[in-house]
């Protein structure tokens, strides 16, 4: 099988007993509601698939009803904990992203937290391939998109992301940071879904804690990863209107991000936003500084990175660069720098992305949106970005109290 080796980590270092059943998806007092939602969505699946089989030899408009990463969906996103996470997390966590549902939609998404107990570790990935496997995702005549079997499932998932994620919750526990140190997005859109994961969440086990609020911003960044890649089609389709002569394309992910600097940048810019507008609504207590203060950390951040990679423009930086700390920091300011430039805050979520899932062409929608090409953006911001902070500082919105709108005054 090809595996997707997009890894979106937004990796923050600022900071009893379980049964194994507790690796399950959520056990607190949403169960009800949770099961009622995911029987639903089962429900809704099996009729479907039997929609579908009625009509196997015509066109059927039941085909624009199959299940993708891009599609919204009426169920909130199916959370599973290891065992040794306490279930007072389970509740905080919950809460995190239906704010983030809220305000970007619902789409088909799996988060897995791991803890810190290896053989809770193990049922968790159980668990994991236990849901690839009612989800359809073995097939040994098919290895491009999906799994041989549950033990090529198993090492997969264990391998590539859950004992990193344990062995990132024990060095939090160690070094005795606030919040998770390990968090992302981890792709699977072949398979139809999104798949986040979590090293501990620390954070969320004291309320309103030092570490809870940027708990709260670790859930704001990775769905906003949700949100861009609903907004990429990854298919190729000999006829767009019939989603199953579509093939999944991996090589136009990197196309369609359209950047790490645009893809991370945006997200830290969300991030920070978002939190802002919670701590102005009054769901969330500020603890910390004002929104210029954040995005100043950020700047200071990006700064500190790129003295690593003298006279690069963050466009060209990506993960694998010495300096790629830079495209989280100073991309959170050319996302403020784009928006500004609108004066629309929400520009991005409101005009950007469903543009590009319309046009599938990021360089036409970057030009449509902002009115300049990239080309044109970065012989501007990159030396915009070296102006001082009092020259710099028009670009951050203001939140209204009471209701958290963003605006440019």
Known sequence: MKRLLILLLFISFCGGNQDSQQTSEQTDSNEATEQTDSNEATEQTDSNEATEKKASNEVSQNEEEIIDHMTLVDYPAKLYFAGDIPTEVHGRVEYAFSIIQEKLGKYPVEVYFVGTDENEKDNLSNLFCTNRENAGNFDSNDLYLNFRDFDD?????????????????????????????????????????HLLVWSKPIGFEVENGEGYNQEFGGVFHEYWHVFQMAHMDFYNCSDKDVRSTCKFDFDSIDYLVGGTWLQEGTAVFKEKTILEEQYKIGNLKNIHGDLLQELNNQYFDGQRAMEQCPGKSIREITYRDPCSQAVYGWGAWAAAYLAHKVNDPYIFENVYYPELKVLGDPELVFTNTFGMTKDEFFADFDSWIYLSEEERKIVVPTAEDGTGKLYYP
């Open 153 to 193: 499932c198993m090492n997969f998932i264990d391998e590539r992301y859950f004992s990193e994620y344990l062995r990132s919750g024990l060095e939090t526990e160690q070094r005795g940071f606030q919040a998770s140190g390990n968090k992302g997005h981890n792709g699977q859109f072949e398979q139809r879904y």
